[in-house]
């Protein structure tokens, strides 16, 4: 089956940095990734998703990279703000099963 | 605001207990899955049925037992329940699975079980 690591497990920055978590994953027949954010106690929201033909994706502070060769994946925050403090996990999906990381905490210093 | 809804949000039983989660969706969407997540927040895929038909069945004691009576219900139901069965579970659903561009899948907001 798939096997998708994560890292960092934590993560802690000050406001307005950029922070950056990444994601490996074991089968190249995964082709869709999505990225869930997590607050306590509420469910995962999905904040943004690349697939497997797309290298690269955008959407305002999120942005999320794809390299299939290597088999790995990103996301990038930047001007991080207090709110974005939460569990992020990322996924790699290959036929219906979505396999996620084990999550990034990360915390936003004002 | 939620497409997906599950009742309980909080449930707390007595082992060898048998209760149920229930799990509704009203996006019209295919596919239904639950989740586990436990203390350390790793989640983890159970089942997924596709339009009432069990499609994934991961390695879960068969005391749960998923039960769909129509597309837009996926029920999870679990016998003589264990300590270890605490956890968080999610119910998530997407337009069709195995079908890229509706395959994004959309979670409910949780059903918190404690086992005593």
């Known amino acids: 089956g798939e096997n998708v690591e994560q890292h960092p497990s934590t993560l802690s920055v000050q406001e307005g940095d950029s922070a950056v978590i990444k994601c490996t994953y074991s089968?190249?027949?995964?082709?869709?990734f999505p990225w869930y954010k997590q607050e306590l106690g509420k469910r995962p929201q999905l904040i943004i998703d690349?697939?497997?033909?797309?290298g690269e994706k955008k959407d305002q502070r999120i942005a999320v990279t794809l390299n299939k060769t290597a088999k790995h994946f990103s996301l990038h925050i930047t001007e991080t703000q207090p709110e974005d403090s939460a569990v992020y996990f990322c996924?790699?999906?290959?036929?219906?099963?979505?396999?996620f990381g084990k999550g990034t905490m990360l915390l936003v210093s004002p | 605001d939620t497409a997906v809804s599950q009742t309980p949000k909080y449930l707390v039983t007595q082992m060898g207990n048998d209760k149920s989660i229930k799990c509704e969706q009203n996006?019209?969407?295919?596919?239904m899955y639950w989740y586990k997540q436990d203390s350390k927040k790793f989640l983890k895929i159970m089942f997924s049925?596709?339009?009432?038909?069990?499609?994934i069945n991961e390695t879960v004691p068969n005391r749960f037992s998923p039960k769909s009576p129509d597309k837009a219900h996926l029920n999870l139901h679990i016998n003589s329940l264990e300590l270890g069965d605490s956890a968080v579970y999610f119910c998530?659903?997407?337009?069709?699975?195995?079908?890229?561009?509706?395959?994004?899948?959309?979670f409910g907001p949780g059903t918190r079980l404690t086992v005593l």
């Open positions: 690349i697939r497997s033909n797309v």
């Open positions: 998530a659903s997407s337009r069709q699975a195995r079908v890229q561009g509706r395959d994004t899948q959309y």
């Open positions: 089968d190249s027949a995964s082709n869709y």
């Open positions: 996924a790699a999906l290959k036929y219906s099963t979505l396999t």
């Open positions: 996006l019209g969407h295919d596919t």
């Open positions: 049925y596709n339009n009432k038909e069990l499609i």
